[in-house]
T-cell receptor, first 111, second 113 residues
Framework: GAGVSQSPSNKVTEKGKDVELRCDPI?????LYWYRQSLGQGLEFLIY????????KSGLPSDRFSAERTGGSVSTLTIQRTQQEDSAVYLC?????????FGPGTRLLVL | QKEVEQNSGPLSVPEGAIASLNCTYS??????FFWYRQYSGKSPELIMF????GDKEDGRFTAQLNKASQYVSLLIRDSQPSDSATYLC?????????????FGRGTQLTVWP
């Protein structure tokens, strides 16, 4: 079946611009997660959605980062006023309780 | 602080050998344990999960969990060059199999022919 999809696969933007990253989870998965991975670094948790519960936003690094999940399915991660340190691969994952399945990621480069 | 520790490696083994990857975690309340494989430039791929003490086997992979020692390992039998990748250990914490994952930094494995 279809896995987690993310778009765009690559994004180059200028410092100060806003970007939106999209995640389409595996159909039926109730939980959705965003992580980011900087070059040569580990996975950094950003935010977690589970059903209709309030999201766990504890990993968002600043108030420039926000995310929403509409209709319990597609999620959008928004980064406002991007900075060069935001450059990373942004990974989305979804789960039904037996492990998280990752999408291919969005590679973001802020110039 | 919920920490997951792995030897960064690199771990280098010959083709056909057993590769042993180790992980320790700090939170005694950890509930669920996962091993991911990540090829260079790719996203992590789930290869094993384990919830109970003991061994769990899936093909050439065996996950071992010892909650008393707060230790989880992954054994890869008959290692192949295609197993060369970074292996990430991840845990969830008390009361949930759906909660956020806490990842180790990964162990880089090289299998040479």
């Amino acid at each position: 079946g279809a896995g987690v999809s993310q778009s765009p696969s690559n994004k180059v933007t200028e410092k100060g611009k806003d970007v939106e990253l999209r995640c389409d989870p595996i159909s039926g998965h109730t939980a959705l997660y965003w992580y980011r991975q900087s070059l040569g670094q580990g996975l950094e948790f950003l935010i977690y959605f589970q059903g209709n519960s309030a999201p766990d936003k504890s990993g968002l690094p600043s108030d420039r980062f926000s995310a929403e999940r509409t209709g319990g399915s597609v999620s959008t991660l928004t980064i406002q006023r991007t900075q060069q340190e935001d450059s990373a691969v942004y990974l989305c994952a979804s789960s039904l309780g037996r492990g998280q399945y990752f999408g291919p990621g969005t590679r973001l480069l802020v110039l | 602080q919920k920490e997951v520790e792995q030897n960064s490696g690199p771990l280098s083994v010959p083709e056909g050998a057993i590769a042993s990857l180790n992980c320790t975690y700090s939170d005694r309340g950890s509930q669920s344990f996962f091993w991911y494989r990540q090829y260079s430039g790719k996203s992590p791929e789930l290869i094993m999960f384990i919830y109970s003490n003991g061994d769990k086997e899936d093909g050439r992979f065996t996950a071992q969990l010892n909650k008393a020692s707060q230790y989880v390992s992954l054994l890869i039998r008959d290692s192949q060059p295609s197993d060369s990748a970074t292996y990430l250990c991840a845990v969830t914490h008390r009361g949930s199999t759906l909660g956020r994952l806490y990842f180790g930094r990964g162990t880089q494995l090289t299998v040479w022919p």
